[in-house]
């Protein structure tokens, strides 16, 4: 099923006929016997893959099999922050290839993603943060990434709202990325989706992987709750059920799911127009195109699978967000969901081959995985081409043997 | 909110007096351990969706640490008993046996 294309013209012409001609945007196809790739996983990541796979590798006989709905997970949770500032050379690399697609995804998928560079700020409320973010502005125009320090002054001036002189965590500086922002989080799977469809491949949701079926040491296939599916190469992106599925093709990876929260306040007159990020007392805020202050904390600190988190965090990063942005107390807060993350110990992805030949596992985005999904899958589409991703080299899963981590649990404190 | 037992002190707490942490029994590898099996007891995880068997302390109460029987799909607690031992107790991995008849056992 090939879409038409968005365009002002179909706008007006559809204007003129009450909208009867709108096509839905992807196919919804039965599986087919077999595929060359079979990706695992519907959300940002695995549709970003398979996108990647067709327009950059040529690989288009490619099936996204998704257990739930389409970015129904973690895409659809985020709080939709896009930045690139991180500290190590890897990182910063695959960061700023997914920021940099970013810019003109919407023109690239022909669909509004909605991206919005509108700055992002991590605030410095220690000695210790203004050290760490100041080598960081280095570290990056090292990389190439443009990023600077700004005076509390420069914080208030982008952020009336802001209180920069707290008795306990006043406001230092901050690390600023003028290019960083948000996105549209379901827009960007949604149009992946449609890209992946108009090129031929095949998603298929509410098909849960149940088994995994390998040869002589080499992945062969899938079980799945609409049958078994022939693949020849297997690539697994589901984020906080990595581990499941790599119990099914018989390894371990180095992750535990736990669960993040995210909450929204009632929706308000524009107010914030960055997106502001406060490290050491754990919160993050920045407002979403309907008004609603949106706003997310740490993780909680055990193993957990039911995308319920802990109360205490809400209450503990509303207090923090309340200290920073006093006008906060006098919202409602409206909703409040929970995510189930992939954590790994270094806080870095893991882009990588896996034991069995043909499986290719992308998951440990842990809390910072949207940003990211453009460069994740176009480095996901090359490894699963051709067997190396220079964007990937790096986060292999030899990286914990050799000790070679990537380590931006200290770089980035807690908030990705 | 999820509630645990000190098996050392007694009392029933809520997760904010107690510290997590992470995959109960692993086994330890040191000098002279192969890479593999080096690296397996650093940072492999089970990490399994249901019956885990994990570390917590009584940060804010007796301060020890104990073991906990939990299931990660519902949040369901089994069980607390204490960290000297190697393996689960007999006694709660027959309860859970019980209350989860597909589970595969500890292994």
Redesign the interface.
């Known amino acids: 099923m090939a879409n038409r294309r968005y365009s002002i013209f179909a706008v007006a012409r559809e204007a003129l006929r009450y909208h009867a001609g709108w096509e839905r945007a992807w196919a919804s196809p039965a599986p087919k016997k077999r595929y060359d790739v079979v990706v695992v996983g519907a959300g940002g990541h695995g549709l970003a893959t398979a996108y990647y796979l067709g327009k950059v590798h040529g690989i288009t006989n490619v099936a996204v099999i998704e257990k739930g709905w389409l970015g129904g997970g973690n895409t659809g949770r985020n709080t939709t922050i896009i930045r690139s500032n991180y500290l190590q050379d890897p990182s910063a690399a695959i960061y700023e290839k997914a920021r940099s697609l970013y810019e003109d995804l919407s023109q690239d998928l022909n669909y509004n993603v909605m991206f919005s560079p509108r700055g992002l700020l991590m605030l410095a409320q220690s000695e210790h943060e203004i050290r760490g973010y100041k080598r960081t502005v280095y570290a990056n125009a090292l990389q190439g990434i443009e990023t600077r320090w700004i005076t509390p002054a420069e914080v208030k001036d982008l952020v009336p709202i802001i209180n920069i002189d707290g008795p306990r965590y006043p406001v230092l500086g901050a690390l600023y990325q003028e290019r960083g922002g948000t996105a549209r989080h379901d827009a960007v799977a949604w149009g992946y989706a449609r890209a992946c469809s108009n090129m031929g491949m095949d998603i298929i949701q509410q098909c849960e992987v149940t088994g995994v079926r390998t040869e002589a040491g080499k992945v062969v296939g899938v079980e799945t709750t609409k049958g078994a599916i022939d693949c020849g190469k297997l690539a697994i992106v589901v984020a906080g059920?990595s581990?499941?599925l790599a119990?099914m093709s018989g390894f371990?990876?180095?992750?535990?799911?736990m669960a993040l929260q995210a909450w929204v306040s009632e929706p308000i007159k524009p107010t914030i127009d960055v997106v502001v990020m406060a490290n050491l007392v754990h919160g993050y805020m920045s407002q979403s195109d309907k008004g609603e202050l949106v706003m997310g904390g740490g993780t909680?600190?055990?193993?957990?699978?039911?995308q319920?988190g802990?109360?205490?965090h809400i209450e503990e990063t509303t207090r923090a967000l309340v200290e920073t942005f006093p006008i906060v107390s006098r919202l409602k807060m409206l909703r409040q969901w929970g995510g189930i993350v992939d954590m790994t110990?270094d806080r870095s992805p893991i882009l990588s081959k896996t034991p069995v030949e043909g499986i290719f596992v992308n998951c440990g985005w842990g809390t910072g995985g949207f940003k990211a999904i453009p460069g994740s899958g176009f480095a996901m589409a090359e490894l699963v081409a051709k067997g190396h991703s220079p964007l990937a080299a790096e986060f292999g899963l030899h990286r914990?043997?050799e000790g070679q981590f990537i380590d931006e649990s200290v770089a980035a404190g807690v908030a990705h | 909110m999820l509630t645990l037992t000190c098996p050392y002190c007694g009392a029933t707490v809520e997760e904010t007096e107690l510290a997590p942490g992470g995959e109960a029994h692993l086994k330890r590898f040191g000098p002279g351990a192969s890479d593999a099996d080096f690296e397996s007891y650093m940072f492999s995880r089970k990490n399994p969706k249901g019956v885990h068997f994990e570390r917590w302390r009584h940060a804010y109460g007796c301060g020890k640490w104990f073991l906990a029987a939990r299931c990660t799909a519902t949040l369901e607690v089994f069980g607390t008993y204490p960290a000297q031992t190697t393996e689960p107790p007999a006694d709660l991995v027959a309860k859970i046996k019980e209350k989860r008849p597909t589970w595969e056992g500890y292994e």
Not at chain 1, 252 to 257: A, F, K, N, Q, Y
């Open positions: 059920h581990s499941v119990e371990r990876l180095p992750i535990e799911s909680d600190g055990f193993n957990n699978y039911t319920r802990s109360w205490h110990g914990f043997r």
